[in-house]
């Protein structure tokens, strides 16, 4: 190939690949830097990181632009000779010297930072989030709102996920329970994880805290301005990792004891008699929207899973067999597998609606429920 011919590819390239870049082509949001901040330490994160890129830029521009000026102010062409000398003490002091008081001074305001991320002391609220494969759990410790307790599943449809529907504006980034708090006061999240690690992660608070089997970690934050901020677990947790994200809904005061208000009512209501008997159609229809929220990304909604990895419950041998395997797979898992133990995750009710519908749909017509107490008396 000529060298012309070389020339004119390399041009058609550059053709295309800006012609691709004007047209629909790229059509991901195109965005630089990070999130708009919306507490103090991610305005001192956002800072902090302007401050040292511009610091690198101009050090980039000073050290190339001696470089390339001494390359072509001594260049052999305009009749310039090497110097015999070795090395010089002065200059070998003054690269020395430079960078270190350089580095020392950046050292500074990232200290300050660091020590600001690490300060959980004295919160308002405390909120516990757990960890599972692939949902967060969320207790509400201590403040306004103690006891409160919930699940926060994604809720982005099925049929987006498998592109049989068009994407949604929050595709993977929503759930159907948020973490919602009060704007302007302190909050410490205790992370920990029931199965594998995950990371709790919110770009727009500057907080992203692992969250470990078997430790209590923490971090904090406190929320400036109002408004749905969202983020993802940032650990590579296993094979619907995508599917983990964390909303967070900061809300005015009042309208935040409104919502605890509204919770505690939910929670008095969904808790169930341990004493009442279940019929059947009611265990069924609990149990679907428990399915769909827990067991559908693996199991599928038809019952056919994803063998050989997550196999099929539709005419498998523990749906259609005895209950008391059944119980035991769903409430502690099977070690070695995919399949998460929710024993801690579901309630006694939950569990036996869940259990109920696997046993009485697709072609399982079982017609065998069980009751919220088997379960209870299963897990002594």
Known sequence: MTKQARWGNMLRLAGLLLFAAASGWAQAEYKLNFQEPATKLAHDVYGLHMGMMYICVVIFVIVFSVMFYSVFKHRKSSGRTPATFHESTKVEILWTVIPTIILLLMTWPVTITLLEMRDSSNPDITIKATGYQWKWGYDYLKGEGEGIKFMSVLSTPQEQIHNTAPKGEHYLLEVDNHV???????????????????????PAF??????????????????????????QCAELCGKDHAYMPIVV???????????????????????????????????????????????????????????????ALDGSKIATGPKAGHIDIVTNGKTGT???????????????????????????????????????????
Not at 264 to 269: D, E, I, L, R, T
């Open 206 to 231: 500057a907080v992203k805290q692992d969250a470990v089997p078997g430790f209590i970690r923490d971090t904090s934050f406190r929320a400036e301005r109002e408004g749905i901020f969202r983020g």
């Open 180 to 202: 919602v708090v009060p704007v302007g006061k302190k909050i410490r999240v205790l992370t920990t994880a029931n199965d594998v690690i995950h990371s709790w992660f919110i």
């Open 249 to 311: 809904e900061v809300v005015s005061p009042e309208k935040y004891t409104a919502w605890v208000a509204e919770q505690q009512k939910k929670m008095a209501a969904s808790a169930a008699d341990p004493n009442k008997v279940w019929t059947l159609p009611e265990l069924v229809s609990r149990g679907e929207t428990v399915y769909m929220q827990n067991c559908v990304a693996c199991h599928q909604p038809t019952g056919k899973g994803l063998p050989p990895v997550f196999p």
């Open 338 to 380: 995919a399949m998460a133990a929710f024993g801690k995750q579901l309630s006694d009710a939950d569990l036996a609606a869940v259990i109920t519908f696997e046993r009485n749909s697709w072609s399982n017509k079982t017609g065998e429920l069980v009751q919220p107490n088997e379960i209870k008396a299963a897990r002594k």
